[in-house]
């Protein structure tokens, strides 16, 4: 069964360091997520992303985020200068098809750790 | 804001038993409805879509009622393997993305 995988699957960094997460979503899917859940908290949404741009982002997201999809099948989520409340599980997601119904596959998560 | 709202739990169940969560969402014109399964430390997992008429899946039988902008899930024949986190999850019309409830943990013991 095709899945979402995602790398690291941990990571730890210092405080005002630039982190990358990646995301291999599922191949003939169209729409890309990421949400945080920050432990003990909720799953929150922070963008999604089609057709190369976001379509929807949170509060959350401001101007130390960044995604991109470089090549066909990678998705990454930038986090400029991290900092300590950035310290959540990242869960990227995918779904073949637009939003209103459709389900989203969501990857094994990157537990990141700032310091 | 919108919200989605659960009681945390936990729910604590003998095996066999009958248990049952309840949600409600704030925004009305909310569209679509599921719950998810999250195991600790783990992704969520879709457990299943919730629609108008109410939908059954083997133990698991989900409700929906607009008016009262509540969302339940019962399940039926607690196995030990249902112990977990369960997420209701809402998608509104503006868009396409997930707003998750905290979560109700269930735990069920032999």
């Known amino acids: 069964e095709p899945e979402v995988t995602q790398t690291p699957s941990h990571q730890v960094t210092q405080m005002g360091q630039e982190v990358i997460l990646r995301c291999v979503p599922i191949?003939?899917?169209?729409?890309f997520y990421w949400y945080r859940q920050i432990l003990g908290q909720k799953v929150e949404f922070l963008v999604s992303?089609?057709?190369?741009?976001?379509?929807?982002k949170s509060e959350i997201f401001d101007d130390q985020f960044s995604v991109e999809r470089p090549d066909g099948s990678n998705f990454t989520l930038k986090i400029r200068s991290t900092k300590l409340e950035d310290s959540a599980m990242y869960f990227c997601?995918?779904?073949?098809?637009?939003?209103?119904?459709?389900?989203?596959?969501f990857g094994p998560g990157t537990r990141l750790l700032v310091l | 804001r919108k919200e989605v709202e659960q009681d945390p739990g936990p729910f604590n169940v003998p095996e066999g038993a009958t248990v049952a969560f309840n949600c409600t969402y704030s925004?009305?014109?909310?569209?679509?409805f599921f719950w998810y399964r999250q195991d600790c430390r783990k992704e969520p997992k879709l457990l299943m879509s919730?629609?108008?008429s109410g939908n059954e899946d083997g133990r698991f039988t989900a409700q929906l009622n607009r008016a009262s902008q509540y969302i339940s899930l019962l399940i039926r024949d607690s196995k030990l393997s249902d112990s977990a986190t369960y997420l209701c999850?809402?998608?509104?019309?503006?868009?396409?993305?997930?707003?998750f409830g905290g979560g109700t943990r269930l735990m069920v013991k032999p």
């Open positions: 992303f089609y057709n190369n741009e976001i379509s929807e």
């Open positions: 999850v809402v998608i509104d019309n503006a868009g396409n993305m997930l707003t």
């Open positions: 925004n009305s014109a909310s569209q679509s």
């Open positions: 997601a995918s779904s073949p098809e637009v939003a209103g119904g459709e389900t989203q596959y």
């Open positions: 191949s003939n899917h169209l729409y």
């Open positions: 919730v629609y108008s």
